[in-house]
């Protein structure tokens, strides 16, 4: 267990459909990722978040959002979900070091 | 210049040899370099990292090897073993902004197989 908490861990929805993802990172840690990974397009950083405040986006669709709560928590949402946004999606946290700690991902696939 | 570009995409050794996966980078701006190792199904996992200013760190069975004039890093694994058989990715890291916010930039990933 790496302290970083996902869920769900398994997610399957129609095209059209929003799905919210939750991470809860590791106690202590300010900094939550949110990361992308397909077959065929490696890990892509979506959006972080530090203590409430977004502070880099990445390549993440306009359908995409996401927020980080007062308790640290965070939920990327997804919107007018496509069959491409099938994907494992991994939130990851740090304390502001360089250690990034994964959690265990959420798949989701789209049908 | 925020790329990290990773080699090979896959790789077979057999059991006991040593595997050798390389990475380069343009930003010099980079200041951390780790490698995460994942299993099927697993969030990817710190397996080792470096920084700038030193030439090599080993860790078990695990070496980086880091160049810094040529921009480049790499992992050796070595006597490398079935249970080694994963994906492999290098990184980079970066501050963005000011205060403690910094960015982990991945290569694109080696799978690993490592045969009995």
């Known amino acids: 267990d790496s302290g970083v908490t996902q869920t769900p861990k398994h997610l399957i929805t129609a095209t059209g459909q929003r799905v919210t993802l939750r991470c809860s990172p590791r106690?202590?840690?300010?900094?939550v990722y949110w990361y992308q990974q397909s077959l065929d397009q490696g890990l892509q950083f979506l959006i972080q978040?530090?203590?409430?405040?977004?502070?880099a986006k990445g390549n993440i669709l306009e359908r995409f959002s996401a927020q980080q709560f007062p308790d640290l928590h965070s939920e990327l949402n997804l919107s007018s979900l496509e069959l491409g946004d099938s994907a494992l999606y991994f939130c990851?946290?740090?304390?502001?070091?360089?250690?990034?700690?994964f959690g265990s991902g959420t798949r989701l696939t789209v049908v | 210049q925020q790329q990290v570009k990773q080699s090979p995409q896959s790789l077979i050794v057999q059991k006991g040899g040593i595997s050798i996966i390389n990475c380069a980078y343009e930003?010099?701006?980079?200041?951390?370099f780790p490698w995460y190792q994942q299993f099927p199904g697993k969030g990817p996992a710190l397996l080792i990292a470096?920084?700038?200013?030193?030439s090599e760190k080993k860790e078990g069975r695990f070496t980086i090897s880091f160049n810094k004039s040529a921009k480049q890093f790499s992992l050796h694994i070595m006597d490398s073993q079935p249970g080694d058989s994963a994906t492999y990715f290098c990184?980079?890291?970066?501050?963005?902004?000011?205060?403690?916010?910094?960015?982990?930039?991945f290569g694109s990933g080696t799978q690993l197989t490592v045969l009995p």
């Open positions: 930003n010099t701006a980079f200041d951390y």
């Open positions: 106690s202590g840690d300010l900094s």
């Open positions: 990184a980079a890291c970066v501050r963005i902004s000011s205060g403690s916010a910094r960015q982990l930039t």
């Open positions: 978040y530090y203590n409430g405040e977004e502070r």
């Open positions: 470096i920084r700038p200013d030193v």
């Open positions: 990851a946290s740090t304390r502001g070091t360089n250690g990034y700690t």
